[in-house]
T-cell receptor, first 110, second 112 residues
């Protein structure tokens, strides 16, 4: 158990819909990272937050947004969903460089 | 952007055999991470290497970093079925943001 929690574990929704994925980092970790894993693209970095502020952006679509709250939990919002957004979404947290990953949320868009 | 190439893509070994997985970067490595993933599950942190020539071991898994070759290798000694899974290498982008770029992964199957 990495200490990082993610909810929900599975999510099935229709195209055009909007969903919110939630991540609670390990106790004391200020950084939260979001990744997307799909069969064709592999594991791709989306975005990083540090103590509530956006720190780095990767291959994140404009339809996607994230935030980190004062209690350090983070949410990833995915809107206008497309079939190609079906993937595993991971969050990770760190305090000293090493990133510890949560169990992921499997999103299926039908 | 940095790219990581892992080889082999997949590997089937008999229990008890040794094996090596390689990870080669297209750019300078500032930090190299190895993770293990069971299919559809989260990534489990194995090791982090930061300095050229650094070598770390955890149980029967050893990882080395060759800074000049921009390459890292992961070696498993006397493999067991519990070693089966997908091994992913990830590289830090340098600077202060620590975003990781990952290789495509190596699928390891260990037959009893």
């Amino acid at each position: 158990d990495s200490g990082v929690t993610q909810t929900p574990k599975h999510l099935i929704t229709a195209t055009g819909q909007r969903v919110t994925l939630r991540c609670s980092p390990r106790s004391g970790d200020l950084s939260v990272y979001w990744y997307q894993q799909s069969l064709d693209q592999g594991l791709q970095f989306l975005i990083q937050y540090y103590n509530g502020e956006e720190r780095a952006k990767g291959n994140i679509l404009e339809r996607f947004s994230a935030q980190q709250f004062p209690d350090l939990h983070s949410e990833l919002n995915l809107s206008s969903l497309e079939l190609g957004d079906s993937a595993l979404y991971f969050c990770a947290s760190s305090s000293s460089g090493t990133q510890y990953f949560g169990p992921g949320t499997r999103l299926t868009v039908t | 952007s940095q790219e990581l190439e892992q080889s082999p893509q997949s590997l089937i070994v008999q229990e008890g055999k040794n094996l090596t997985i390689n990870c080669t970067s297209s750019k300078t490595l500032y930090g190299l991470y190895w993770y293990k993933q069971k299919y559809g599950e989260g990534l489990i942190f194995l090791m982090m290497l930061q300095k050229g020539g650094e070598e770390k071991s955890h149980e029967k898994i050893t990882a080395k970093l060759d800074e000049k070759k921009q390459q890292s290798s992961l070696h498993i000694t006397a493999s067991q079925p519990s070693h089966a899974g997908i091994y992913l290498c990830g590289a830090a982008s340098g600077g202060s943001n620590y975003k990781l770029t990952f290789g495509k992964g190596t699928l390891l199957t260990v037959n009893p």
